[in-house]
C-alpha cells in the first residue's frame, strides 16, 4: 500500500515532466500555469527537492512559456516553505534573467525584486548579493543588464563592506562597452541614487549621471535626464546650481531631439525638484527655447507642460513671467506649421486664463482662442471647444458669447460641410458646459437649422443624432417644450426632404424621450404622414413605425400602429408595400 502511495505522490512530477517535454507550445504554457498547483500537491520539501531542480535544468523553451515560469516563480515563496526557504528561488530565476528575449529577462527581475524583500538581511548577503554580483560580472550583456535592476533593492538592507562592492559594481555598469547595458544602468540611476547615503549621491552618483548624459548614445543621455530629475529632488538646494544643472542645462540645449523631447517632457517635475530660484533663472529660459525647437515633436511636448509649467512657477513673479517671457511664444505656436504641436497648445492654453485673471484673458488669450477655434485641424479646435468651462468661469458667460460663440456660429455655417459637421459633434459638449438656459436662448435655432442642412446628407443625420445627445443632457422635458415642437413643426414643410427629416428626427428621439412623449405627440404626426403624396416619405413612416415600435405599448400597436402598417402594405407603390409588410413582421402584428 506504502507503494501505491509513492506512486502517487510521484504523479503530479511525472506528469509535468511529460507535458513540458510535449511538442505543443499550448500544453507546456498551461501546465507552467498550473505549477503553484503541482507544487502544492508535492509539498514544500519536494518542491524544493525536485520540483525547482528540475525547472532549473529544463530552461530552454518558447519565450512565452519562459515568461510564465518568471512570473509563477515570483509568487512561490510559501510553497518552498517561507522566506527561511525563498533563497531556494533564485536559481531558476538567475537563469532566466539572463535569457535573450528582453520581457521574460524583466520579468525574472521583477520577480527577484519582489522576493528579495523576503530574505532576512544574512541571507541577502549570503545568497541574493552573489547572485546580483555573478549577473554583473556576466560574460552575457543579457545578465548585466538584469543586474542593474537588482542594486537598490539589495542596497539598503547589507552591510557597509557589500554596499561598497555593491555601489562598484554599479559605477562599472555604467561604463559598459555595451549601450545596452549602460541604458539599463542609466535607467535604474534615479531608483539606486534614492537608496543611497546623501555622501555617495554627491561622491558616485553625480559623475556618473555626468558621464551617462554625456553618453555617444542618445538612448543612454535621454535615460539619464530622468535619472536627473530624481537627483535634484535628492541634493539640497544649494548643491544642485553646482552639481545637477550644468547637466540639465546641456540636455536641454542637446544636439539629439530625443533627448531635448525627455527634457520638455519631464520639465514639470524638474521643476518641482529644483525649486522657485532656479526656475526662475534657469529653467524659463531653457523652457522659452523648448517652445520654439526646431524640432515639432519637442515642441508639442513642450507645449504640453504650459498650464503646468506656469501653474508652478513663484506666485510673487508668475504673471510677470508669463506675460513677459511664455506668453510670445505661446502667440507663435498658435500658428505654428505642425498640427500636433497646435492640438497639444489647445489642449491646455485654455487653463492659462484661471492663471492670468480676467483682464489678461480678455485682452491677451481670447484673440488667441479665436484664432485657434478657426484652425483648419478639427483637434485643434474641439481642444479649445472642450476646455470652454474654464474660461467661462473666469470672463463669464455673456463675455464669452460675445468673443468665442459669434466664431462658433461662423463655423456651423460654413462653407465646407465638414467643419459644420465637426461644430455640430461639438454640440453636445457645447451645450453641456454653457448650460440649458444659455442654450436655448443662442444655439437652439443652430441645431434646428442644422436638421435642413441642403449641403450634406451626413450633417442632417449628424444633426438628428446631436438632437437625442441633448435630450439626454437635458431631460425629456426640455425635449417636449423646446425641440419636439418645432420637428413635428416640419411635418408640413412644402419640401418633402425636410418632411422626412421629422422622421429621422423622431426615430432618435422616440428612445430617449419615452412612451408617454412619443405615444401623445409624435405618433399622431407619423400617421398623418401615411398619407403623403411623396412615396419615400411614405416608405419612411413603415420604417418609422417600425422603429419606434418597441416605445410603444402593446395596445397601441394593434388599435392605432397595424391599420396604419396594413392600409400601406397594400400601397400603389412598390417600396412602400415592401416596408410596410417588413414592419409588421418585425413587430408581429401580422
Known amino acids: ?57 529544463t530552461i530552454y523553451d518558447e519565450d512565452e512559456v519562459l515568461l510564465a515560469l518568471a512570473e509563477q516563480l515570483g509568487n512561490f515563496t510559501m510553497l518552498v516553505g517561507g522566506p527561511e526557504y525563498v533563497h531556494c528561488l533564485l536559481p531558476p530565476l538567475e537563469s532566466l534573467a539572463t535569457v535573450e528575449e528582453t520581457v521574460v529577462r524583466d520579468k525574472a527581475v521583477e520577480s527577484l525584486r519582489k522576493i528579495s524583500h523576503e530574505h532576512s538581511p544574512v541571507d541577502l548577503e549570503v545568497h541574493f548579493e552573489p547572485l546580483v554580483k555573478r549577473l554583473a560580472s556576466g560574460d552575457w550583456f543579457t545578465s548585466r543588464t538584469s543586474a542593474c535592476g537588482l542594486f537598490s533593492v539589495c542596497y539598503p538592507r547589507v552591510s557597509s563592506t557589500v554596499k561598497a562592492e555593491i555601489r562598484q559594481h554599479f559605477r562599472t555598469l555604467c561604463s559598459d562597452d555595451t549601450p545596452m547595458v549602460r541604458r539599463a544602468a542609466a535607467s535604474k540611476l534615479g531608483e539606486f541614487a534614492k537608496v543611497l547615503e546623501l555622501e555617495y549621491v554627491k561622491s558616485d552618483i553625480i559623475s556618473l549621471f555626468t558621464a551617462l548624459a554625456s553618453d555617444e548614445q542618445d538612448s543612454v543621455r535621454l535615460l539619464a535626464v530622468e535619472a536627473g530629475v530624481s537627483i535634484a529632488t535628492l541634493l539640497p538646494q544649494e548643491d544642485l546650481e553646482a552639481l545637477v544643472m550644468p547637466t540639465l542645462r546641456q540636455a536641454a540645449e542637446d544636439k539629439s531631439w530625443r533627448v531635448r523631447y525627455m527634457v520638455a517632457d519631464k520639465f514639470s517635475d524638474l521643476q518641482k525638484a529644483v525649486g522657485p530660484e532656479i526656475t526662475k533663472n534657469d529653467l524659463v529660459p531653457a523652457f522659452q527655447n523648448l517652445l520654439k525647437d526646431c524640432e515639432a515633436e519637442v515642441r508639442a511636448a513642450a507645449a504640453n507642460k504650459v498650464k503646468e509649467f506656469c501653474e508652478n512657477l513663484p506666485e510673487d513673479s508668475r504673471e510677470t513671467i508669463i506675460m513677459t517671457h511664455i506668453l510670445p511664444c505661446v502667440k507663435e505656436l498658435v500658428s505654428d506649421t505642425n498640427q500636433h504641436v497646435k492640438s497639444a497648445l489647445a489642449s491646455v492654453i485654455m487653463g492659462l486664463s484661471t492663471i492670468l485673471g480676467k483682464d489678461n484673458t480678455i485682452e491677451h488669450l481670447l484673440p488667441l482662442f479665436l484664432a485657434q477655434l478657426k484652425d483648419e485641424c478639427p483637434e485643434v479646435r474641439l481642444n479649445i471647444i472642450s476646455n470652454l468651462d474654464c474660461v467661462n468661469e473666469v470672463i463669464g458667460i455673456r463675455q464669452l458669447s460675445q468673443s468665442l460663440l459669434p466664431a462658433i456660429v461662423e463655423l456651423a455655417e460654413d462653407a465646407k460641410w465638414r467643419v459644420r459637421l465637426a461644430i455640430i459633434e461639438y454640440m453636445p459638449l457645447l451645450a453641456g458646459q454653457l448650460g440649458v438656459e444659455f442654450f436655448d436662448e443662442k444655439l437652439n435655432s443652430l441645431c434646428m437649422a442644422w436638421l435642413v442642412d441642403h449641403g450634406s446628407c451626413y450633417n442632417v443625420e449628424a444633426a438628428t443624432c446631436n438632437l437625442m445627445k441633448l435630450v439626454e443632457k437635458f431631460g425629456a422635458e426640455w425635449a417636449q417644450n423646446t425641440i419636439v415642437p418645432k420637428v413635428l413643426g416640419m411635418a408640413n414643410d412644402p419640401n418633402y426632404l425636410h418632411r422626412m427629416t421629422t422622421l429621422f428626427c423622431i426615430n432618435a428621439l422616440s428612445e430617449v424621450c419615452g412612451q408617454e412623449i412619443t405615444t401623445k405627440h409624435m405618433l399622431p404626426v407619423v400617421f398623418k404622414m401615411s398619407n403623403d403624396q411623396v412615396a419615400n416619405v411614405r416608405f419612411n413612416v413603415a420604417k418609422s413605425l417600425q422603429k419606434i415600435g418597441p416605445v410603444l405599448d402593446s395596445n397601441c400597436l394593434q388599435t392605432e400602429v397595424k391599420p396604419v402598417l396594413e392600409k400601406l402594405a397594400s400601397d400603389q407603390d412598390i417600396d412602400v408595400k415592401y416596408f410596410a409588410q417588413e414592419a409588421i413582421s418585425v413587430l408581429s402584428l401580422a
Open 1 to 57: 500500500m506504502a507503494g501505491a502511495d509513492s506512486d502517487d505522490s510521484l504523479y503530479p512530477i511525472a506528469v509535468l515532466i511529460d507535458e513540458l517535454r510535449n511538442e505543443d507550445v499550448q500544453l507546456r504554457l498551461n501546465s507552467i500555469k498550473k505549477l503553484s498547483t503541482i507544487a502544492l500537491a508535492l509539498g514544500v520539501e519536494r518542491t524544493r527537492t525536485e520540483l525547482l531542480p528540475f525547472l532549473t535544468d
